[in-house]
């Protein structure tokens, strides 16, 4: 169904009442460091993405348990207020809304499992090709996210992108660093095909989460598809080289922060932004981190080629061209109610 876009909803308080594109800005800046992280902590990929997840989860599960008692509180209030018509119809609304809150939503359980296979192979690629490289490589999510958004939703993909997107591919394959051969450091075609396979994985995630967003809550899906994610990144990680539940005191304390500013406060301000844009924009928003993952590489004491600094720039530049312009489109749970 055709969707004509209108004028948008009062805001409302909390972290919906904030320009979606903030958000997001913001969630980029802090995941942007996430890369960094994993490679000062020095840990298996398995044991980085186990971590990522599992030490977010205190966390976010006692903020997911207050935001499901915010709904059914408002909820009563909304059944106590008025006996009328129309309090009855805002009550009846409300009671809908807190008892979707308390179930548990398929989409976020699936987007969750792919997040843990995506964390798994990130690290993997970080290990190989450095923390700057991997997070350009999985930016191949700018071109299967607006894809799986068309084929399944019909959301237009403009005809720039198109152009745009084999351009792309090259500038990924010269920032991997393939073309060179292995330099000793790592080696860049595994680091390619590690960073190809998180984004092909990442792209699902950012679909599944944008199509089961829940109106009215932030925290839960978050918390569900970080539980699914920690279950599939330490199966995948036992089996991929094992996991250290005992890592030192050092990898521990850049693990933490990986799963605070990583992992909480990166996919609450994302999945609060992503329904509220148009696949596209999302997308060129979340290209931005690897500008900031590349400064902060460096920073590290990665060292990049001229070839590869060419093909992040052609990356980023193409992502700009590729996106810039959409209009936003409704997520699918406003389609749902149109």
Not at 62 to 68: G, K, V
Request: aromatic share 6%; hydrophobic share 55%.
């Amino acid at each position: 169904m055709t969707v004509t876009p209108t004028s948008p909803p009062a805001r409302p308080l909390g972290l919906r009442g904030i320009p979606p594109e903030l958000l997001l800005l913001t969630g980029v800046t802090c995941t942007a460091a996430s890369a960094a992280f994993i490679a000062l902590a020095a840990t298996s990929a398995g044991t980085a993405a186990f971590f990522r997840c599992a030490l977010a989860l205190p966390v976010l599960i006692p903020l997911a348990l207050a935001e499901r008692r915010r709904a059914a509180a408002a909820a009563a209030a909304a059944s106590a207020a008025s006996a009328s018509a129309a309090a009855a119809s805002a009550s009846a609304a409300a009671s809908a809304s807190a008892a979707a809150s308390w179930r548990i939503h398929p989409a976020p359980l699936a987007a969750g499992a792919l997040l843990g296979i995506d964390y798994v192979f990130w690290s993997a690629s970080i290990h190989e090709v450095g923390a700057a490289v991997s997070t350009v490589l999985i930016n191949i999510q700018i071109i299967v996210f607006p894809i799986l958004a068309a084929a399944v939703d019909r959301t237009p993909v403009p005809r720039r992108f198109r152009l745009t997107a084999p351009i792309m591919l090259v500038g990924i394959v010269l920032a991997s660093g393939a073309t060179a051969g292995p330099t000793g450091a790592g080696d860049p075609l595994a680091g390619l095909a590690y960073g190809t396979c998180a984004g092909l994985a990442y792209s699902g995630y950012l679909y599944l989460m944008r199509r089961g967003s829940i109106a009215g809550s932030a925290v839960t899906p978050v918390c569900t598809s970080t539980t699914a994610a920690a279950c599939t990144a330490g199966a995948f990680g036992l089996l991929w080289g094992g996991i250290d539940f005992t890592p030192d005191r050092s990898a521990m304390g850049w693990l933490l922060a990986l799963a605070l500013l990583g992992q909480v406060l990166t996919w609450l301000l994302i999945t609060t932004a992503l329904p509220r844009l148009s696949p596209g924009t999302g997308s060129a928003l979340l290209a931005l981190h690897p500008v900031l993952a590349i400064a902060l590489g460096v920073g590290i004491g990665e060292h990049l080629t001229a070839l590869q600094f060419g093909g992040c720039a052609v990356v980023v530049v193409t992502a700009y061209l590729a996106t810039r312009g959409q209009r936003a489109v409704p997520a699918a749970s406003d389609r749902r109610t149109a």
